[in-house]
């Protein structure tokens, strides 16, 4: 059993940056892939960002490459989610995520607000 909790999310203008923080617990931390989701207002939840087991690889919507960066500290039991350049359309509840692969996740967190002003 796995419990994430997210934290970081905010108000930003455009062109900011926040950084998301998620913080694991468990002792299999190191054992799973870990994502972040993102869900908009009458939108579908959908994938941001995904880093290995040993954080050696990292996937990104098409979206956001090149804008956020995710990150992993095995030791701490965190995964990050730097966002810089966001946008407008970058607003929507962010959710950490736990998987087995970057295709299947089996726990989730609460999710934490973001918000980016014109």
């Known amino acids: 059993q796995v419990q994430l909790v997210e934290s970081g999310g905010g108000l930003v203008q455009a062109g900011g940056s926040l950084r998301l923080s998620c913080a694991a617990s468990?002792?299999?931390?190191?054992?799973?892939?870990m994502g972040w989701f993102r869900q908009a207002p009458g939108k579908e939840r959908e994938f941001v960002a995904a880093?290995?087991?040993?954080?050696?690889?990292?996937y990104y919507a098409d979206s956001v490459k090149g804008r956020f960066t995710i990150s992993r500290d095995n030791a701490k039991n965190t995964v990050l989610l730097q966002m810089n350049s966001l946008k407008t359309e970058d607003t929507a509840v962010y959710y950490c995520?736990?998987?087995?692969?970057?295709?299947?996740?089996?726990?989730w967190g609460q999710g934490t607000q973001v918000t980016v002003s014109s």
């Open positions: 995520a736990a998987g087995a692969t970057r295709d299947v996740y089996h726990y």
């Open positions: 468990g002792r299999t931390f190191s054992s799973y892939v």
């Open positions: 880093i290995s087991e040993s954080g050696g690889d990292t």
